[in-house]
């Protein structure tokens, strides 16, 4: 599958989009952990779905923490918030306001993450079905806990990975006591990443009209 392509100004337009989404989320997560926090993304790589395991390893954690959300709308799919367990248990330890060690992810710790998760990603839909004139809605978000290779091994009985690209975003997190980084995956099949890039062209022909 040669996947949708596109050009630079297209992709620069989704970081730009994607940063918007993510500074509302980073705005709310600093009033429940009650510190500052600064989110950005830098990047975006669209790849192959089954070539997606060799780009998580660069988090350099056997079992990361993620956050899997099914969205739905113009183009739809699967979207994935994923960080290094540690960072996740920082972030419950400031929201929970306990002390939580990287090996005792209990339900309530699950919630918590699934929570972060579900901030980071839906702000990310509403922005984007915002300035996209577009409809997507979320379902409700659950954790996982696996490696990568398990994680898309789960994923993918939902969908062909023959027919599918992944829009991968690197995501910087920084809290005052931390740093980290991740990634926000959103995976579509050539259909819906079509619509995605025809609304990326819209709200540029708007722009520069």
């Given amino acids: ?43 975006v790589k669209f790849i192959q779905y089954k070539n997606l395991v060799e780009h998580l390893r660069e988090i350099d954690d056997c079992e990361p923490s993620v956050v899997a959300q099914r969205f739905s709308g113009d183009f739809s799919g699967n979207a994935l918030l994923i960080f290094p367990r540690k960072s996740g248990a920082t972030l419950v330890n400031l929201m929970l306001r306990d002390t939580v060690s990287d090996d005792q992810i209990s339900d309530l710790e699950e919630e918590a993450l699934a929570e972060i998760g579900n901030i980071i990603l839906n702000a990310c839909f509403g922005l984007l079905a915002e300035l996209l004139s577009t409809q997507l809605d979320g379902d ?15 994923n993918i009985n939902e969908i ?15 809290l ?23 609304k990326v062209d819209s709200y540029l022909a708007n722009i520069f009209s």
């Fill in 160 to 174: 062909n990975d023959e027919t599918v690209q992944v829009m991968l975003l690197q995501v910087d997190f920084s």
């Fill in 1 to 43: 599958m040669n996947g949708v392509e596109f050009n630079e100004l297209q992709r620069d337009s989704i970081i730009e989009l994607i940063n918007l989404g993510i500074g509302r989320a980073a705005d709310a997560l600093a009033q429940i952990v009650s510190e500052e926090v600064h989110v950005a993304v830098p990047s």
């Fill in 176 to 198: 005052a006591s931390s740093k980290t980084k991740g990634f926000v995956v959103f995976a579509m099949d050539v259909a819906s990443m079509e619509t995605f890039k025809a």
């Fill in 140 to 154: 409700l978000p659950t954790y996982i806990r696996a490696n990568a290779e398990k994680i898309l091994e789960q």
